[in-house]
């Protein structure tokens, strides 16, 4: 059972909200008035300088919002959160960005230097969007952060063969692959919604990825004694 949650306010969100609905963003994990703390794997994912391959970004539905967008990325969005510009996606109610019709997804290739942060924010805004949200994030599937708002959170999750090389701004691939491994991880309320990008993602990425339904692990460990 969820601890209650009090005085918290989760990135714009009144928590009470948080709690209902299906939606169930551990609180109790965070302590009042703080962020949760950045987990950090090592190596080349401490930087944020990571931007997302042109030939990852054809495996994905039109992006309707990107909440993290810099000048460097490839990532065409409807609508985008220009980090440059001193706009603060963390701090921003998602949903509000883009409008309840438009199709498409919202995409998120955070910081990877507050990469955990950023993946809390996802499953949080997760609750309130009417898109499918799908982020790029390093696959550090033990950490705490993918603990509390992948597993518990998401509906899928595609772990990407071999390890990626990036972009480092303006469509030039990085000279080296990552030194980690790399994950696609979907969260959606609307399950049958989440199944369609999943459909569409695995076609046209083939054997490069492999599935995991997410939401199944979660409800079957919380089934057992």
């Given at each position: 059972?969820?601890?209650?949650?009090?005085?918290?306010?989760?990135?714009?969100?009144?928590?009470?909200?948080?709690?209902?609905?299906?939606?169930?963003?551990?609180?109790?994990?965070?302590a009042d008035g703080e962020l949760p703390a950045v987990q950090q794997g090592g190596g080349d994912?401490?930087?944020?300088?990571?931007?997302?391959?042109?030939?990852?970004?054809?495996?994905?539905?039109?992006?309707?919002?990107?909440?993290?967008?810099?000048?460097?990325?490839?990532?065409?969005?409807?609508?985008?959160?220009?980090?440059?510009?001193?706009?603060?996606?963390?701090?921003?109610?998602?949903?509000?960005?883009?409008?309840?019709?438009?199709?498409?997804?919202?995409?998120?290739?955070?910081?990877?230097?507050?990469?955990?942060?950023?993946?809390?924010?996802?499953?949080?805004?997760?609750?309130?969007?009417?898109?499918t949200l799908v982020a790029l994030v390093p696959a550090y599937a033990g950490d705490r952060y993918?603990?509390?708002s992948v597993w518990r959170q998401a509906a899928f999750v595609a772990f990407i063969a071999g390890?990626?090389?990036?972009?480092?701004?303006?469509?030039?691939?990085?000279?080296?692959?990552?030194?980690?491994?790399?994950?696609?991880?979907?969260?959606?309320?609307?399950?049958?919604?989440?199944?369609?990008?999943?459909?569409?993602?695995?076609?046209?990425?083939?054997?490069?990825?492999?599935?995991?339904?997410?939401?199944?692990?979660?409800?079957?460990?919380?089934?057992?004694?």
């Amino acid at each position: 059972m969820l601890a209650q949650a009090r005085g918290l306010s989760v990135y714009g969100h009144d928590p009470a909200l948080l709690l209902g609905g299906g939606c169930n963003v551990n609180l109790s994990l965070f302590a009042d008035g703080e962020l949760p703390a950045v987990q950090q794997g090592g190596g080349d994912a401490t930087s944020s300088e990571w931007y997302t391959p042109r030939w990852l970004l054809a495996w994905l539905p039109a992006v309707v919002l990107d909440p993290c967008w810099a000048p460097g990325s490839s990532v065409q969005a409807l609508h985008h959160v220009d980090v440059r510009e001193g706009r603060d996606g963390l701090a921003l109610d998602w949903a509000s960005l883009v409008e309840p019709g438009a199709d498409g997804i919202v995409f998120c290739n955070p910081p990877y230097n507050d990469c955990a942060t950023w993946v809390d924010k996802c499953a949080a805004e997760a609750c309130y969007l009417q898109h499918t949200l799908v982020a790029l994030v390093p696959a550090y599937a033990g950490d705490r952060y993918w603990h509390r708002s992948v597993w518990r959170q998401a509906a899928f999750v595609a772990f990407i063969a071999g390890r990626i090389r990036f972009e480092t701004g303006g469509g030039v691939p990085a000279k080296d692959a990552a030194s980690f491994c790399s994950a696609v991880v979907v969260w959606d309320r609307d399950r049958a919604r989440a199944e369609r990008v999943v459909q569409l993602v695995a076609k046209r990425a083939g054997s490069a990825v492999v599935w995991v339904d997410a939401a199944g692990l979660s409800l079957e460990a919380e089934g057992g004694e």
